[in-house]
């Protein structure tokens, strides 16, 4: 079958819904996965999607693939994906394929496949699933069937008994058991589930966007967003609530507001998250990626961790896990895995979880428990779009600019680095890579000083801008508005 190799990226599949993606090739793919699976005595699998419109119809043609190719499915419907996973386990299959294209635009959808309990396909399995589609390498097998569960209920109940907050989080007063809690999932996938999850947890929720609207009327859901996360500063200041999260249109990746409405980038979270691991497993490893402050490393070392970083994608660090043994992983994108208290994926709602059962034993409030933290003046991750058949060249070439621009930097481009190149100063930080799952390129930088911040920030404008390759123009482009001079 004809089929854009491009879409088979490092960890997924994702593609443009109607030129790279239709029921057709669903189908095709269950058919290549179901007999991918079988092949490796694999035949029980579970299959949700999240709130995208061609959702529906995509996982009905995936399952009837999976059903041709002799798979016994249990279709647990729309769901975020920490959820899929979990029902992996809860349901004993260690097959499945979440269909979803997390944070990229709404004409956008994809398809994360399961190859174990909280595993995924990554770069050599992705590609030989490609080669069976495009071959039609399938095997048609008798005893498939399907059948729908609800299996929500059953999920709350579980994460509450993982994560009980053991008091108010909040130090403001109020009513609520928990505190008060804005949620805004970009009117995605969390809508539909966070809300009900954070109440019978006892806390006060103050919903915004919590409509589930295909279209994302308000913009694509991303947490690492400056336009969603200045908006859920503003309401959580506007509600007095005590924190705000957002999420993506998945739901395993989750933005934070302080009582203040400060923003909280996702890797000052991996330094909290790996204090609160550390109490519970002194000298354990934090496992982060390369696009992390500097005061992650920093944070972990004072606690008496054992700091380890790789590169950036969570299937690739849930791979190297499995050697590395971390009590803890955390990416600035915000995907968290508490792989020693709860399973070796990420889960949005466990994270929401896990935060404030922290800050309710504490009696801290986030502002608090971010102030004592190492600090740095640090972009957001800011997004250029560059395209698949370019992006790995010109990170190349990037590359060996900075190496001569920074001769008496720290530089990180061997496996650690993976897609893209680090550079650790004594005062700042910054990092340029090529995305896993879509056609752009990922910058990240930090000081500790506003000037040298500015510095690094229109060096970095300068050097991107040079490149004809980068379309400043793309809707894929975020956070721009952090290079300009």
């Given at each position: 079958?004809?089929?854009?190799?491009?879409?088979?990226?490092?960890?997924?599949?994702?593609?443009?819904?109607?030129?790279?993606?239709?029921?057709?090739?669903?189908?095709?793919?269950?058919?290549?996965?179901?007999?991918?699976?079988?092949?490796?005595?694999?035949?029980?699998?579970?299959?949700?999607?999240?709130?995208?419109?061609?959702?529906?119809?995509?996982?009905?043609?995936?399952?009837?693939?999976?059903?041709?190719?002799?798979?016994?499915?249990?279709?647990?419907?729309?769901?975020?994906?920490?959820?899929?996973?979990?029902?992996?386990y809860?349901?004993?299959?260690?097959?499945?394929?979440?269909?979803?294209?997390?944070?990229?635009?709404?004409?956008?959808?994809?398809?994360?496949?399961?190859?174990?309990?909280?595993?995924?396909?990554?770069?050599?399995?992705?590609?030989?699933?490609?080669?069976?589609?495009?071959?039609?390498?399938?095997?048609?097998?008798?005893?498939?069937?399907?059948?729908?569960?609800?299996?929500?209920?059953?999920?709350?109940?579980?994460?509450?008994?993982?994560?009980?907050?053991?008091?108010?989080?909040?130090?403001r007063?109020?009513?609520?058991?928990?505190?008060?809690?804005?949620?805004?999932?970009?009117?995605?996938?969390?809508?539909?589930?966070?809300p009900?999850?954070?109440?019978?947890?006892?806390?006060?929720?103050?919903?915004?966007?919590?409509?589930?609207?295909?279209?994302?009327?308000?913009?694509?859901?991303?947490?690492?967003?400056?336009?969603?996360?200045?908006?859920?500063?503003?309401?959580?200041?506007?509600?007095?609530?005590d924190?705000?999260?957002?999420?993506?249109?998945?739901?395993?990746?989750?933005?934070?507001?302080?009582?203040?409405?400060n923003?909280?980038?996702?890797?000052?979270?991996?330094a909290?998250?790996?204090?609160?691991?550390?109490?519970r497993?002194?000298?354990?490893?934090?496992?982060?990626?390369?696009?992390?402050?500097?005061?992650?490393?920093?944070?972990?070392?004072?606690?008496?961790?054992?700091?380890?970083?790789?590169?950036?994608?969570?299937?690739?660090?849930?791979?190297?896990?499995?050697?590395?043994?971390?009590?803890?992983?955390?990416?600035?994108?915000?995907?968290?895995?508490?792989?020693?208290?709860?399973?070796?994926?990420?889960?949005?709602?466990?994270?929401?979880?896990?935060?404030?059962?922290?800050?309710?034993?504490?009696?801290?409030?986030?502002?608090?428990?971010?102030?004592a933290?190492?600090?740095?003046i640090?972009?957001?991750?800011?997004?250029?779009?560059?395209?698949?058949?370019?992006?790995?060249?010109?990170?190349?070439?990037?590359?060996?600019?900075?190496?001569?621009?920074y001769?008496?930097?720290?530089?990180?481009?061997?496996?650690r680095?993976?897609?893209?190149?680090?550079?650790?100063?004594?005062?700042?930080?910054?990092?340029?890579?090529?995305?896993?799952?879509?056609?752009?390129?990922?910058?990240?930088?930090?000081?500790?000083?506003?000037e040298?911040?500015?510095e690094?920030?229109?060096?970095?404008?300068?050097?991107?801008?040079?490149?004809?390759?980068?379309?400043?123009?793309?809707?894929?482009?975020?956070?721009?508005?952090?290079?300009?001079?």
């Amino acid at each position: 079958m004809k089929i854009n190799p491009y879409i088979f990226r490092g960890y997924d599949l994702r593609g443009l819904v109607g030129t790279d993606l239709s029921p057709e090739i669903a189908e095709h793919l269950g058919k290549a996965y179901g007999t991918y699976l079988r092949r490796r005595g694999i035949t029980a699998l579970v299959v949700g999607r999240d709130s995208r419109a061609t959702g529906p119809a995509y996982s009905e043609a995936l399952i009837k693939g999976l059903m041709w190719a002799g798979a016994d499915v249990v279709d647990i419907g729309m769901t975020l994906v920490g959820t899929f996973y979990w029902a992996q386990y809860f349901l004993n299959r260690r097959g499945g394929v979440y269909v979803s294209a997390s944070h990229n635009p709404p004409e956008y959808n994809g398809f994360k496949f399961a190859n174990d309990f909280s595993e995924t396909l990554v770069s050599d399995g992705i590609q030989e699933l490609r080669k069976m589609v495009e071959e039609e390498d399938y095997e048609k097998n008798e005893g498939g069937n399907s059948t729908a569960r609800d299996i929500r209920d059953d999920y709350y109940k579980d994460i509450l008994k993982c994560v009980p907050l053991s008091g108010k989080f909040s130090t403001r007063g109020g009513s609520a058991f928990g505190g008060k809690v804005v949620v805004d999932p970009s009117s995605s996938t969390a809508g539909a589930i966070a809300p009900e999850l954070l109440r019978r947890a006892g806390c006060e929720v103050i919903e915004k966007n919590c409509n589930v609207d295909p279209s994302f009327p308000i913009g694509v859901a991303d947490p690492t967003s400056s336009v969603v996360a200045e908006r859920l500063s503003h309401e959580v200041k506007e509600a007095g609530a005590d924190i705000g999260f957002s999420y993506d249109a998945d739901g395993d990746r989750i933005g934070i507001a302080d009582e203040k409405g400060n923003i909280i980038w996702n890797d000052i979270l991996v330094a909290l998250f790996a204090l609160d691991v550390l109490s519970r497993y002194p000298g354990a490893t934090i496992m982060y990626n390369t696009l992390c402050s500097r005061a992650v490393k920093e944070t972990i070392l004072k606690a008496g961790g054992q700091p380890f970083m790789w590169r950036t994608g969570h299937s690739f660090l849930k791979k190297k896990n499995q050697e590395v043994g971390a009590a803890f992983i955390g990416e600035l994108s915000g995907h968290f895995f508490f792989s020693k208290d709860f399973y070796n994926h990420d889960d949005g709602l466990y994270s929401t979880m896990r935060l404030l059962s922290y800050l309710s034993r504490t009696g801290k409030t986030l502002s608090e428990e971010v102030a004592a933290l190492p600090y740095y003046i640090s972009s957001p991750e800011i997004k250029v779009y560059c395209a698949d058949d370019k992006k790995v060249e010109v990170t190349g070439r990037i590359g060996v600019i900075l190496r001569k621009q920074y001769p008496l930097a720290e530089i990180v481009d061997d496996e650690r680095a993976g897609d893209g190149v680090r550079l650790d100063l004594a005062d700042g930080m910054f990092v340029v890579r090529y995305s896993q799952n879509g056609p752009y390129l990922t910058v990240k930088f930090e000081a500790k000083t506003k000037e040298r911040y500015e510095e690094l920030r229109k060096f970095l404008s300068g050097l991107l801008h040079q490149f004809v390759e980068i379309d400043w123009t793309s809707a894929i482009n975020v956070n721009l508005e952090a290079l300009e001079t």
